[in-house]
């Protein structure tokens, strides 16, 4: 049972054992982490709060390499015309072998942590692009409001 997301100092991929009672930090600039897995998450359980930004707002989607993917359908569709198609057909038997067993991961809409090894919340469907455009919008509005305050501050610490 792990969570992986991108580090607050180096932003480099940080996977933490959800269930380690160990220091969790970050592998690459030791930067420690303070996660507070619910009871159900640390026994491998269903994700209900997200361990890196606290967010409730979760998706889930197939644990398989996109790229993988192409790659073995483009080498399909290369040698399809000396393999009288027989390549493209098993290129796409073999990606269907992949998608049936790779399990799936539970992914964050805020931060985009990712959750392998728990047991999957029928709650949390595939991703809705709706929901993901309006929650990046609402991170922009409010970067854009934190800004000017953050500025306004830096000048009245320096008169």
Do not use: W
Not at 92 to 97: K, R, S
């Amino acid at each position: 049972m792990t969570v992986e997301f991108i580090c607050e100092q180096c932003e480099r991929d940080v996977m933490l054992n959800v269930a380690s009672h160990d220091d969790h930090a970050c592998q690459y600039c030791k930067t420690k982490y303070e996660i507070s897995p619910s009871k159900s998450m640390r026994a491998g359980g269903k994700v209900d709060h997200c361990l890196s930004c606290d967010s409730d707002q979760f998706y889930v989607q197939k644990d398989i390499n996109s790229t993988l993917g192409i790659a073995i359908f483009i080498v399909g569709v290369i040698f399809s015309y000396h393999t009288y198609f027989i390549s493209l057909a098993v290129a796409t038997l073999i990606n269907f072998i992949l998608y049936k067993a790779l399990g799936t991961v539970t992914i964050c809409y805020r931060c985009r942590a990712i959750y392998r090894g728990f047991e999957e919340d029928p709650a949390h469907r595939g991703m809705d692009r709706d929901l993901a455009t309006s929650l990046m919008d609402e991170q922009e509005k409010d970067a854009t409001v934190d800004k000017p305050r953050a500025a306004a501050a830096d000048k009245s610490n320096t008169v």
